[in-house]
């Protein structure tokens, strides 16, 4: 199956510090989508963004097909921002999953 | 329009038990996967059901096996329950293309 890996582990912002968060994976894909899962386990849809660019308010990513990389930008990051961000890619029907981003912003 | 909606929100069991966990899926959406997620961990994809079969299975022993409903709805059965089942089991549901897959909750599984 697809590997999945996602940088940096950790991430510590200021309120108000931008990041990138980085996601490759090793295969062509179908689907790509970028999740926040909250404290109680949900996975929240963020984007689901094969290629292109897309952006939602503070957040956009870009999807970089053909080098086979997708970035998610947080701009003016909010304490509500804190949590685990997954990457997920798919090219055979089945999602595979990075270990995640924690993400930790301190006001 | 209702999510995908699973069923229970948390269980325990002793060593050796069965389990049953449900999921509902998306409205309109015809395809149930369902993922483990360890502590700490991303989740790890079980199987796939599409018309009421198994289309794709993940590196996950026999114990694990699941099943679809004419509604589409889904169910994953684990039998002779080990510590190292207990996780977070997560069911999501999309179309039979690749398209954008939705979560449930969860079940928060706690062997004993």
């Known amino acids: 199956g697809i590997q999945v890996e996602q940088s940096p582990p950790d991430l510590i912002l200021q309120e108000g510090a931008n990041s990138t968060l980085r996601c490759n994976f090793s295969?062509?894909?179908?689907?790509l989508q970028w999740f926040h899962q909250n404290p109680w386990g949900q996975l929240i849809n963020l984007f689901y963004?094969?290629?292109g660019t897309k952006q939602n308010g503070r957040l956009s990513a870009t999807t970089v097909a053909t080098e086979r990389y997708s970035l998610l930008y947080i701009s003016s990051s909010q304490t509500t921002d804190s949590g685990v961000y997954f990457c997920?890619?798919?090219?055979?029907?089945?999602?595979?999953f990075g270990a995640g981003t924690t993400v930790t912003v301190r006001a | 329009d209702a999510g995908v909606t699973q069923s229970p929100t948390h269980l325990i069991k002793t060593r050796g038990q069965q389990v049953t966990l449900r999921c509902s899926p998306k409205?309109?959406?015809?395809?149930v996967s369902w993922y483990q997620q360890a502590l700490g961990q991303g989740p790890q994809f079980i199987f796939q059901?599409?018309?009421?079969?198994?289309?794709q299975r993940g590196n996950f022993p026999d114990r694990f096996s699941g099943h679809q409903f004419p509604n589409y709805s889904s169910e994953l059965n684990v039998n002779a329950l080990l510590l190292g089942d207990s996780a977070l089991y997560l069911c999501?549901?999309?179309?039979?293309?690749?398209?954008?897959?939705?979560f449930g909750q969860g079940t928060r599984l706690t062997v004993v």
């Open positions: 295969d062509s894909v179908n689907n």
């Open positions: 059901y599409y018309e009421e079969e198994e289309r």
């Open positions: 409205s309109g959406h015809d395809t």
């Open positions: 997920a890619a798919d090219n055979d029907y089945k999602l595979s």
């Open positions: 963004i094969p290629s």
């Open positions: 999501a549901s999309s179309l039979v293309q690749p398209t954008e897959a939705f």
